[in-house]
Every structure is written in structure tokens, then in C-alpha cells.
């Protein structure tokens, strides 16, 4: 039994419905958002699936300096709220410095802290005292029960609004692997967990100055941790993942998204009729 996180009208955790959270990887532009956004809470409404938008408007920790890294943060800020008020969805999007704060808390519902930075105790420790839900990304140099020490810094603050997020392990170099009994392990810990099956695939520097990918993994990975037990999936879903700016090789098809939440709306309603 986990703490039930409110995000809005979405109860995450608790036995609550299967939440989605997805979004392109990057914010590449304001109707690639909206578009995106939009077709996406069409789908989930129909599969009474609760659904949160999330993209970055700063991707600062790629491994190249060519790389995109979106249109910064006061920009991406007034998109994500344009995305915000037109279709009346919560936002998740992810920080990488404490200065980036005192704007980010005046837009989104949800702040994340990326795997590559869930150990920095200041920005960890900065992000709780908002009092907003903060999701962890779980690093990919983790042990599951390692995240529980990072937990107890959110704690400190007395901010118990708290999502921890599996996105793989590394296995080798330039290389992920999912091991789902990390699950239930966190789970343990008292808080909702959510699987990101996107960056589950991704193969870190896999295409030497940037990352390759392997999207035809994506649904069965999100159909067995969904069959195995998770409060929500995080996907990065684009309309055409080849000429994404960023992560393409791992986001999957926005086309291809309605077919998978019909098969996980299948798995969900199984699982309740137990």
C-alpha cells in the first residue's frame, strides 16, 4: 500500500487507476506541444486513462555540446503553460539547478529530478521545501533500494508528495537493462512508482556522441510492468520520433500509442477483476 499523491483531480498511488505520463522528449516547439498534448488527452480520455503532459525545456545533461537541449527555460516555461491552460492537463518537466526553482514552481504540477542528479542533496533537498509533488528518476547506477536514502531527504522538508520513477539500469557500457522486481522493491518504501519504458530503452551514447535506442521493446516492457505492479507509465511519445531533435531513437509513435493503451487498459482491468 502506497501514499496517495494528488496531482490536480489525479490520485496517483492507493490503488488509484494507472496514471500516463508522456509528452515529447524536448520542447521543440509550441505546436509540436499542443499537438502532441492534444491528441494525447483525446486518447486517454476515451480509454478513461488520467494523463499528464511532460517535456523539458532544457535537456542539460547530454553528452554532446551539438546536442539540442530545447528552448531554455523561460520559454519552455510559457509554452508548457500555453499547453496548460488550452487543454487543462498537469505538467511534469524537470529541473537541473536550484536557480531554475522559483519560475518552474509557477508552472508545473510535478517537478523531476533526473537520473542523472537524483544524489545531489541541494537540489533534491531545494525541490522539496516547494512543497510541489516531486518525482525522482531513479539513476541508472542505482540498486531500487538505494532510492529510499534519497527519499528520506524529501522527507527532511516534510514534503511527502512523492513519485519515484524506474528507468532502467545500466548494463554494461552504452547499455540498459529493466530489472521489474526494482518495482516492487520501491513500492515497498511507501510511495507510488511509476515505469518509464522509453528511456528503458534508451542505449546511453549508443550512437557515439549521442543515444541510440531500441522503441520495439517499449510495449512489451510496459505491458509486463504493468502486469507485474506500477501506479503509472512514463512515456515520450512524438508524432514522428525519426526527426525528433532529441531521444528519437527510444520515444515511440504518437499513431502507435492508442494501440498500446488499449492493450494496457486490458492488462489494468484484468488485475482489478482478480
Known amino acids: 500500500m502506497s501514499y496517495q499523491v494528488k496531482v490536480g483531480n489525479i490520485k496517483i498511488g ?41 517535456s523539458s525545456f532544457d535537456k542539460a545533461n547530454r553528452l554532446s555540446l551539438e546536442s539540442f537541449r530545447g528552448p531554455g527555460l523561460k520559454k519552455g516555461l510559457y509554452i508548457l503553460n500555453k499547453v496548460k491552460e488550452k487543454l ?14 522559483p519560475e518552474a514552481v509557477k508552472v508545473l504540477d510535478i517537478i523531476q529530478i533526473p537520473a542523472f542528479l537524483c544524489r545531489q542533496t541541494d537540489l533534491v533537498i531545494e ?39 524506474e528507468r532502467g ?16 522493491i520501491m513500492r515497498q518504501f511507501g510511495y507510488p512508482v511509476i515505469y518509464d519504458a522509453t528511456h528503458s530503452v534508451q542505449l546511453p551514447g549508443g550512437k557515439g556522441a549521442v543515444s541510440g535506442g531500441q522503441r520495439e521493446f517499449v510495449s512489451g516492457l510496459c505491458r509486463a510492468a504493468v502486469a507485474f505492479g506500477c501506479d503509472g507509465l512514463f512515456l515520450e511519445v ?7 531533435l532529441c531521444d528519437g531513437p527510444n520515444m515511440i509513435d504518437l499513431d502507435e500509442l492508442k494501440k498500446l493503451l488499449k ?10 477483476q482478480r
Open 169 to 184: 539500469t545500466s548494463f554494461g557500457y552504452n547499455n540498459l537493462v529493466t530489472d521489474f522486481r526494482s518495482l516492487e
Open 263 to 272: 492493450e494496457i487498459k486490458r492488462i489494468t482491468d484484468a488485475l482489478w
Open 14 to 54: 492507493n490503488n488509484n487507476p494507472l496514471v500516463l505520463i508522456a509528452g515529447p522528449c524536448v520542447i521543440e516547439s509550441e505546436e509540436l506541444c499542443l499537438e502532441t498534448a492534444k491528441r494525447i488527452k483525446e486518447i486517454t480520455h476515451k480509454l478513461d486513462i488520467p494523463f499528464i503532459f511532460k
Open 127 to 165: 525541490t522539496a521545501k516547494t512543497g510541489k509533488v516531486i518525482n525522482i528518476k531513479k539513476g541508472q547506477f542505482l540498486a531500487p533500494w538505494d532510492i529510499l536514502a534519497i527519499i528520506k531527504k524529501v522527507e527532511s522538508t516534510g514534503n511527502k508528495k512523492i513519485l519515484i520513477t
Open 88 to 101: 487543462k492537463v498537469p505538467l511534469l518537466s524537470d529541473i537541473h539547478c536550484v536557480s531554475q526553482l
Open 238 to 244: 512524438h508524432p514522428s520520433p525519426d526527426k525528433a
